[in-house]
């Protein structure tokens, strides 16, 4: 069964500083990897996928995502933090036979600090 | 038009009332989802339309009842509801069910509250 783990249920960092959110995921099959991001009382929105094409995923809000396959891995990044990216983010794996169900992972809630 | 939209925002209902959630979207998607979304947690999906069809529904208590009247609708009819119902239910919509890649949008969510 496929199955998503997100690192880490906080991470709290300084505006300007590297953001890392960590995702690994176990899969027999290559799967569809999404990072999608909730801001308070709203819905989800896309940030990225990744769908066998290019290994390193540029998203929107200057986000982007590299798959590496040997640590079954798809890690969030962003150089900058800015106070609007605090957010919770979840990663989401679909398997490319499974119909379009995703499974979510538990979320990481990024904090940014002034 | 890339969104789907969802009403109403917020609704309090008690265990013996019958509400019905909608949602609607326009860019001409054949799949539609229902997620329930508890505090603090990963939505967790309830159903899945497609081509107004449902095709999965994941051992929902019947107290939940989907509708999808056309390609562009979906309702969630609610009655008998109990407290630990409370939740945010999203909706989300996609090209379909088969594409590659077919990321799902969502719509802001209805934050239900249950008496």
């Known amino acids: 069964a496929q199955s998503v783990t997100q690192l880490g249920s906080h991470v709290s960092v300084s505006e300007g500083a590297l953001v890392l959110l960590r995702c690994n995921y176990s899969s027999s099959v290559p799967p569809y990897l999404f990072w999608y991001v909730q801001y308070p009382n709203q819905g989800l929105q896309l940030l990225l996928k990744?769908?066998?094409?290019?290994?390193l995923v540029k998203g929107i809000n200057g986000f982007e995502a590299e798959f590496k396959k040997s640590e079954t891995s798809f890690h969030l990044t962003k150089p900058s933090a800015h106070m609007r990216d605090a957010a919770e983010y979840f990663c989401a794996v679909r398997l490319n036979n499974a119909g379009n169900m995703l499974t979510f992972g538990g979320g990481t809630r990024l904090m940014v600090k002034p | 038009d890339t969104e789907v939209t969802q009403t109403p925002k917020h609704l309090v209902m008690g265990m013996t009332n019958k509400k019905s959630l909608k949602c609607e979207q326009h860019m001409g998607h054949r799949a539609m989802y229902w997620y329930k979304q508890k505090a603090k947690k990963p939505p967790e999906l309830m159903f899945v339309?497609?081509?107004?069809?449902?095709?999965i529904n994941e051992s929902v208590p019947s107290r939940f009842s989907p509708e999808c009247p056309n390609s562009s609708l979906l309702n969630l009819h609610l009655h008998a509801l109990q407290p630990e119902d409370s939740a945010l239910y999203l909706c989300?919509?996609?090209?379909?069910?088969?594409?590659?890649?077919?990321?799902?949008?969502f719509g802001p969510g209805t934050r239900l509250t249950v008496l």
């Open positions: 339309y497609s081509y107004e069809k449902l095709s």
């Open positions: 990744y769908t066998s094409a290019a290994t």
């Open positions: 989300a919509s996609s090209r379909a069910t088969g594409s590659t890649g077919n990321e799902q949008f």
